[in-house]
């Protein structure tokens, strides 16, 4: 291997390191978000002091997430131009807008709101500060779709025309709303609600299998589970949804995340076998072993019985995507899926039985512990589907147009790993720090003590009732 070689490389292995870690932390603040404001319209709509301190519980662990969403998603753009200067320069005209629409988004109308949400309970009025959560909610969204919209576009480029090293846009609207970003954004973005979902069920089956503050997270994980029956079979939905555009935008990246490397059979009829288990050969042109179902890959890619699916071997060899990886990690993804589904629909059931009220939520030990379980199955999700995103769409930076290689930064190999090394230590850091925070928030508990914000006043609520008052009625005290 040549030094250009080994340099491009480590810095594939760097920009895969840092991705990998940045991408743990956006969906928990796209779905912590969107709950927070529910928690909040549910306190105003009820008036009732739980929605209140479950609010003020999860802002907690939002807010420790959130600051590890911007220490490293700055941290992977300006990777952009360390790493893979020649694509940054090239792309500019579209990614660096696209990114620039995101940096507006993210750190002007999301950042200010965020202010108010953590800093205003009781300075401003009740209703502006859930409108200021939900423009927080909002904002997260939107800076989610840009910068999935950027990578839509690499993997399907539309709206732009390869000239003289530099993509020049000829049609924004086709470059935005490019093939593959209307399934992939709501892809993502249900991922978050469902990573949410199952961060704060997981919380909440913790206590109560503690026995501890069971009448606040049992409301907690009963509203989760309810949303998950929902959530967890959109999301394979929009999967399914989503195959079916890569299947026509990027054929190699389908037949790589299938196994599948001939579109006939010997005999000359369609190979419409789905791999269920696989493994490449030496050669890298077949499977050395396999377990397959019959037409089961038409039915999936096609929705038909024994229709072709093209294969491998319909491209160049230096055209092919890495086989293993995408294979195995769009499997995990989807048995995480699958799996998450069912635990779903396995709390919906005892919601609908009655079995997840206060007095009988914590006898249910083995769903609670399958809760908690749940918990990390969607960020590992998370990451196996991103994976298999940003490998299956190789040897390409921006799909059919430029090359992984052509890409990169010219830079030494000396470079290359200090450059490794030191994103490493970063990203390692930050991710320690952060799952300690989070810890010791969980550890502390919910504040069950201080008094509940009111309009204008701080409210003590039913839990800080005086006993020796007459007519038992809440207290009010000092003014904010």
Known sequence: MSDIELSTLISRLDFAWI??????????????????????????????????????????????NFGAGVATGVTMEMAFGILYGPFSQAAGPFFGQVLGYETITAFMYEAGFIGLMIFGWGKISRGMHLFATFNVALASSLSAFWIMDANSWMQA?????????????????????????????????IASFELSLCFVAAISAWYLLKNEHVALFQRSLKYS?????????????????????????????????EGHFHTLNPDGSPNTSWNVIAWPNAAGDGNAWSIQIPHMLSLLETHTFD???????????EDRPPVVI??????????????????????GWLAWKGSLSVARVTENRW?????????????????????????????????????????????????????????????????????????????????????????????????ADS??????????????
């Open 19 to 64: 991705t990998t870690f940045h991408i743990i932390y956006p969906p928990l603040t796209i779905g912590l978000a969107a709950m927070l404001f529910f928690s909040e319209w549910r306190w105003l709509r009820t008036d009732d002091e739980t929605w209140y301190r479950l609010c003020r519980f999860f802002e907690k662990l939002f807010v420790v």
């Open 157 to 189: 480029p539309a709206g732009v025309e390869y000239k003289d090293g530099v993509f020049r846009i000829v049609d924004w609207i086709a470059a935005i709303f490019n093939p593959d970003v209307i399934a992939a954004f709501p892809h993502m973005l």
């Open 225 to 257: 589970v309810l949303a998950l029956v929902v959530i967890a079979p959109l999301q394979v939905y929009i999967g399914d949804a989503l195959g079916r555009v890569t299947a026509d935008a990027q054929p190699a990246a389908l037949a790589a995340m």
């Open 307 to 317: 229709q072709a699916v093209p294969g491998l071997d319909q491209f160049a060899p």
């Open 326 to 347: 995408p294979f195995y990690s769009f499997r995990i993804m989807a048995a995480i899926g699958g799996f998450l589904m069912l635990v779903a629909f396995w709390g």
């Open 367 to 463: 769903f609670l512990r399958a809760i908690i379980f749940s918990g990390f199955l969607p960020y590992l999700a998370v990451w196996t589907g991103w994976w298999t995103r940003e490998t299956s769409r190789q040897p390409w930076v921006v799909y059919g147009l430029l090359r992984t290689e052509d890409g990169v930064s010219n830079m030494s190999v000396t470079a290359a790993v200090f450059w490794l090394v030191g994103f490493m230590v970063f990203e390692l850091t930050v991710w320690a720090g952060t799952w300690y925070f989070l810890a010791k928030v969980v550890r502390q508990g919910p504040d069950m003590e201080s008094p509940v914000v009111g309009e204008g006043h701080e409210y003590l609520g039913h839990l």
């Open 467 to 480: 006993p020796s008052s007459a007519d038992n009625e809440p207290e009010y005290v000092r003014p904010v």
